[in-house]
């Protein structure tokens, strides 16, 4: 691949990291520091556009009403540069139920999110729980995308389990995150996205390099893979794994530029 295409940046969180000092506050000063680093990061290496989603781990003694503080930060903070972070992913907490959580779905997408994101081995129950069908069936209604998060040996993210979802709503698309943290893992997310069409996989935090990617690209074609950085609030990140086993797979500059970028946008419909 040669040139420098248009990176568009399909996984980045915001909001609290355990150990790391000043992130997830939520005073303007807070999320205009937060912003500033974020964006220095995304320039520094060559990241155009980003989607946004919480971190998973958040802490919400207060319940139902601290997740969706943690929502209204989120829309708050893609606001101070909309053109940078054009895709907001809310989340919700399955262990709130689905009369809850369905509300929440409505909420966000009057606010504009373009859907929501889980990391369901933090959030307390699995991705295939009755509760999540409740809410992606209220997703599927309004065209939302549905980020799950699928790290390899983790049960309630297992992708057998994303399946499920999959193919009970062939109309929703979903984003596997984390899908090549073990070649078994992938192995299981290619055979799912050979058979269901609204499955991509996202190559963030790649433990398999170039060779993931070029298995990946043979097996369900270039048009299915979408680029993330994990990137986390406040957190530096001296090198992106997923993008450097782009660049090493010396891929066609066309299937390259697709997953560094203009498959997250044609999905995300930007």
């Known amino acids: 691949m040669t040139g420098a295409p248009a990176i568009f940046d399909i996984h980045q969180h915001f909001g609290s990291v355990m150990g790391v000092p000043g992130s997830g506050g939520s005073d303007a000063a807070s999320l205009e520091l937060d912003c500033r680093k974020r964006l220095e990061f995304m320039d520094s290496q060559g990241i155009v556009q980003a989607a ?75 991705i295939d729980h009755e509760v999540m069908f409740d809410v992606v069936d209220r997703m599927d209604h309004f ?47 290619i055979a799912i996205a050979e058979r269901c069409g609204n499955v991509f996989i996202d190559l963030t935090t790649t433990t398999l390099g170039a060779r993931g990617v070029l298995w990946a690209v043979e097996r369900v074609g270039a048009d299915r893979l979408v680029f993330g950085s ?37 999905l995300l419909g930007l």
């Open 52 to 126: 946004l989603m919480p971190g998973h781990s958040y802490s919400a003694p207060g319940g139902l009403a601290d997740v969706k503080a943690i929502n209204d930060r989120l829309h708050a903070y893609g606001a101070l540069a909309p053109q940078r972070f054009p895709a907001l992913f809310g989340t919700v907490d399955p262990r709130h139920g689905a009369r809850h959580n369905v509300a929440e779905v409505e909420r966000l997408n009057g606010l504009g999110f373009r859907g929501l994101s889980w990391h369901n081995r933090f959030q307390g129950l699995p």
């Open 230 to 266: 994990n990137s986390y609030s406040m957190v530096k990140v001296s090198r992106i794994a997923a993008l450097e086993a782009v660049r090493a797979a010396s891929l066609p500059q066309d299937e390259g530029r697709a997953i560094l970028g203009g498959n997250a946008l044609r």
């Open 143 to 189: 065209g939302m995308v549905a980020m799950m998060h699928c790290y390899a040996n983790g049960d309630f993210e297992s992708p057998w389990r994303l399946r499920r979802l999959a193919e009970r709503f062939p109309g929703t698309t979903f984003v596997a995150l984390d899908a090549m943290t073990s070649p078994e893992n992938l192995e299981q997310m």
